[in-house]
């Protein structure tokens, strides 16, 4: 069964870049047709897709984050990374890490839903 | 880019009660591309309903899902102590990829 587990630092200083690593475990990170994604949500408050990417190394981002995200991917060692640059209090959240699974529709069109979710990693962004 | 309204913003029922949550979208959504999560607190969101209408594994029949076009449905027919917690639907768009969550519908204990 496979589980991820987000790291980083839960403390990081204004107008510097965030940095947090999930580690997926019971399985490859290059088995099977999955994406690797980043969601977080604020406290008290609802969730916000960050970006996703395919263990080619291929990245998709929310277009409101798109300047200040990267998602990468390191197959060796099965953990897939996120740096988001020039933080602000506003990216205060908790961070998960989720696997998106493939659905195929009649018309033979993918599409993606988020089946295994990591318990969450709080970061605060404070001086 | 798609928005997703749910409602109610928050729904009191006692245990054994059904429970029908809706969530709109701006524009017509491929059902295929519409999922439901439960969070409880403190716990990182679980995927009930992908694909509108199909359970994900290990999700008791109580819970489905239904609807198409803008206008979507979670119905839990029959309220466990379990199952109150905050309920998000989610929406896939391909061209560009996107993820998008609404705000989420509470059902906490009358």
């Known amino acids: 069964q496979v589980q991820l587990q987000e790291s980083g630092p839960g403390l990081v200083k204004p107008s510097q870049t965030l940095s947090l690593t999930c580690t997926v475990s019971?399985?490859?990170?290059?088995?099977?047709?999955?994406?690797w994604s980043w969601i977080r949500q604020p406290a008290g408050k609802g969730l916000e897709w960050i970006g996703r990417i395919y263990t080619s190394g291929s990245t998709n981002y929310n277009p409101s984050l798109k300047s200040r995200v990267t998602i990468s991917v390191d197959t060796s060692k099965n953990q897939f990374s996120l740096k988001l640059s020039s933080v602000t209090a506003a990216d205060t959240a908790v961070y998960y890490c989720?696997?998106?699974?493939?659905?195929?529709?009649?018309?033979?069109?993918?599409?993606?839903?988020?089946?295994?979710w990591g318990k969450g990693t709080t970061v605060t962004v404070s001086s | 880019e798609i928005v997703l309204t749910q409602s109610p913003g928050t729904l009191s029922l006692s245990p054994g009660e059904r429970a029908t949550l809706s969530c709109r979208a701006s524009q017509s959504v491929s059902s295929s591309y519409l999922a439901w999560y439960q969070q409880k607190p403190g716990q990182a969101p679980r995927l009930l309903i992908y694909g509108a209408s199909s359970r994900a594994t290990g999700i008791p029949d109580r819970f489905s899902g239904s609807g198409s076009g803008t206008d979507f449905t979670l119905t839990i027919s029959r309220l466990e102590p379990e199952d109150f917690a905050v309920y998000y639907c989610?929406?896939?768009?391909?061209?560009?990829?996107?993820?998008?969550f609404g705000p989420g519908t509470k059902v906490d204990i009358k």
């Open positions: 989610q929406q896939y768009g391909s061209s560009p990829p996107i993820f998008t």
């Open positions: 989720a696997r998106l699974s493939p659905g195929i529709t009649v018309g033979y069109y993918y599409y993606y839903y988020m089946d295994v």
């Open positions: 019971g399985g490859s990170i290059s088995s099977g047709s999955y994406y």
